[in-house]
């Protein structure tokens, strides 16, 4: 059955985008078949995966609008077994459209079930820095969600809003909605705070705190440059993968979480 995972955090620049993007291609290197949703109205899943869509592609925000099908806007990426359905313009103002629809926190829900993805192992959902009522909906159609944070004293204040707002969503729209765990990004052990607020998270949610730490790293500014992830652009680098492997050891502590096993991955 398809998992759906919602990459959440009310704080921006935390790399929601670049692990959604990374964790994604992680799995799908395993042999999973991985879709991501764009559905930030700042667009820069698809600005990183695909760049500029072409004037007659259209994006999730009118597959959202109608209560269509999204089977006819999955884009392949430069990796295999990853695929998108990208944000465009159209997104802006979203928010204030989903408003006068019936049951408008379910709209996705209901897109995804007219949806024939079956064959998608995982779909991972990039959302925008704030709970808005598209991120609502994502949020009450997943099973998970999952949240990166920066080793900072505002995104670990964040994290606390954040829980109130998706407990809310958990009590009235999902029942089901767990999380998945917490991610510490742009890990750079040369600051005093970090190790404070990494000891800070550990003592608040134990092992919800994924054990992998994705380091402070300038390539993955510059891996969307070219539409690539970070397994591609370090692919091409003399040196350390360090991207590469933290996104990897993310991938694996994410399958064990789920009960998925590497075997299962190579074996489709």
């Known amino acids: 059955m398809t998992k759906i995972i919602s990459i959440v955090n009310q704080k921006g620049g935390v790399a929601k985008t670049t692990t959604t993007a990374n964790l994604g291609a992680a799995l799908a290197s395993q042999g999973f078949q991985v879709l991501l949703l764009d559905l ?21 925000a009118s597959a959202i609008q109608r209560e269509t099908s999204l089977d006819n806007l999955l884009l392949k990426t430069k990796t295999p077994g990853l695929f998108l359905v990208p944000a465009g313009e159209e997104m802006t103002g979203l928010d204030l459209e989903l408003v006068g629809k019936t ?15 079956e064959s998608f192992d995982f779909i991972l959902i990039d959302t925008a820095p704030y709970i808005s009522l598209v991120t609502v909906n994502s949020l009450t159609a ?10 900072e004293y505002l995104p670990l204040r964040g ?3 954040l829980t109130r707002s998706i407990n809310e969503v958990r009590e009235i729209l999902n029942s089901r909605l767990s999380l998945l765990g917490v991610l510490l990004t742009q890990y750079d052990t040369r600051k005093s705070i970090t190790a404070q607020i990494e000891g800070a998270l550990k003592e608040e949610l134990g092992e919800l705190l994924f054990q ?5 790293n300038t390539r993955f500014s510059s891996a969307p440059i070219n539409q690539e992830t970070i397994f591609q652009y370090e692919g091409t680098k003399e040196g350390e993968a360090k991207g590469t492997d933290d996104y990897n050891s993310l991938a694996a502590e994410v399958l064990s979480r789920l009960g998925y096993s590497i075997k299962e991955a190579a074996n489709g």
């Open 40 to 60: 930030d109205s700042q667009c820069n899943l698809t600005q990183s995966l695909v760049g500029d869509l072409q004037p007659s592609q259209k994006c999730i």
């Open 159 to 161: 994290i606390e809003r």
């Open 103 to 117: 049951a408008r926190e379910r709209v996705l829900d209901r897109v995804l079930s007219r949806s024939k993805l």
């Open 142 to 151: 997943s099973d998970y969600y999952l949240v990166p944070t920066t080793a």
């Open 212 to 216: 992998t730490r994705i380091r402070i």
